[in-house]
């Protein structure tokens, strides 16, 4: 795009790649989130010390902050991003629920208003009916999620939802909602354009998860109908559009695989991890839209018919059986190529990887034809990626890639725990 690309980075990652593949970079403290990468004032500060003229928060810390995209704003950069108060409204998922449900946007049943305390909580769990999904009404990535069967399990799920809202952020609240049996987790990709038309670019399956973390996703969803697709991408249009929504943004949802419906779950507001599954389907490079769409670019996207099937495996450096974290210095990294083959890597022989982060290493993509060839080519860079020092879960990935329920697409939130029960 002939753009300059600035980096700002922690100590810790100083030698990583993409510090030196940025035309300029900027150290911003140590390793602590918190005097680095947290630090709004200092990623601004970065901004206007190299001339800078927008800022792009990727997907991680501040990416979904209102308060850090209004900062951007009011030191007269652009923000890659939403509207900081479509952000705000979006970031809290009982707001969030209340809104899409005026909306005309599917919810299950439960809570309008934040629950505080237990014996509100087991009132609300009597009326919804169990099991009920417990959360945090702030933050992402499944912070604090739990299920409860019963009043004894509700009162444990709540107070840990209660303890995870405490650490991750200032919002104490928590919300119940009825849980779906056998749900997958399938999100439908937006784009807000500059003129204010939202499309929507199909969908995909985020439902390999451990601890309510994604594992891997793939596009289009083998547990969506035709009919159900086009309901569920024309509800995420109305969620936008509810919002003022600009950029690109996913709308999360449930979807109950055997009555082919669905409920929303949330919205994020910023790029997901996820996203070259998007891209190797549609064609589109969605972090370019970004920056076109902020810079008040007028052009036109058109929602097309998926071409071919896209599975991303998110490479983490965890043990492949219990998925805890495993960091180390990396003594071999040899990534897979080939047709169909794409490698988003954070790391090369010789890098280390803290114990400061997310574990995410890399997300490796394949392309196919059909579904069952993007599953071939799966295997086939799998076995080629050459991974030694740090933990890694690429066994875990093999092991998937040959599961009879992943490889039948069948499958739904609870395919990871059933796997290591086996």
């Not at 479509?86 to 208003?113: C, F, Q, W």
């Not at 803290?354 to 086939?380: I, N, Q």
Request: glycine fraction near 10%.
């Amino acid at each position: 795009m002939g753009l300059r690309a600035v980096a700002v980075h922690s100590e810790a990652d100083a030698d990583l790649p993409f510090v030196s593949e940025a035309d300029d970079a900027v150290l911003l403290g140590p390793a602590g989130p918190a005097q680095s990468y947290l630090d709004a004032g200092k990623v601004i500060d970065a901004a206007r010390a190299t001339e800078a003229q927008a800022i792009h928060p990727g997907y991680g810390f501040l990416a979904e902050n209102a308060a850090f995209a209004r900062a951007v704003t009011d030191a007269g950069l652009v923000w890659i991003g939403p509207d900081p108060d479509a952000i705000e409204r979006m970031g809290d998922k009982i707001n969030a629920r209340n809104l899409m449900e005026s909306a005309g946007v599917p919810v299950a049943a439960g809570t309008r208003e934040p629950v505080t305390d237990q014996a509100e909580a087991l009132e609300a769990a009597a009326r919804i009916g169990y099991p009920v999904m417990v959360k945090a009404a702030g933050g992402g990535g499944g912070i604090g999620m739990g299920v409860a069967r019963d009043d004894a399990s509700l009162v444990k799920a709540f107070e840990q939802a209660s303890r995870a809202a405490a650490r991750f952020g200032d919002n104490p609240a928590i919300l119940l909602e009825r849980y779906i049996e056998r749900a997958r987790h399938v999100e439908v990709q937006i784009l807000g354009l500059a003129d204010g038309t939202v499309v929507a670019l199909g969908e995909r399956d985020c439902s390999v998860q451990r601890r309510h973390q994604k594992v891997a996703e793939e596009s289009p969803s083998p547990g969506v109908s035709p009919g159900l697709r086009e309901r569920m991408l024309a509800a995420a249009v109305r969620a936008g559009e509810a919002v003022g929504y600009r950029g690109a943004g996913t709308v999360e949802c449930l979807v109950d695989a055997d009555a082919q419906d669905f409920v929303f779950l949330e919205m994020n507001t910023r790029l997901q991890v996820e996203h070259p599954v998007t891209e190797l389907v549609t064609g589109l490079d969605l972090v370019e839209l970004q920056i076109r769409i902020a810079a008040g670019e007028v052009f036109p996207v058109a929602a097309a018919p998926p071409r071919g099937h896209a599975i991303e495996f998110r490479v983490y450096a965890e043990d492949p059986k219990r998925f805890f974290p495993g960091p180390g210095k990396i003594d071999v990294w040899e990534e897979p190529a080939g047709e169909g083959v794409r490698v988003d890597s954070g790391y090369v022989a010789g890098n280390t990887v803290t114990p400061f982060y997310d574990p995410l290493m890399a997300k490796l993509c394949v392309h196919g034809a059909t579904r069952e060839e993007a599953l071939a080519r799966g295997r086939t860079a799998v076995a080629a990626f050459r991974l030694a020092g740090p933990k890694h879960n690429l066994p875990f990935c093999a092991e998937l890639l040959d599961h009879p329920e992943f490889v039948s697409g069948d499958y739904d939130t609870g395919l990871v725990a059933r796997m290591r029960q086996a």
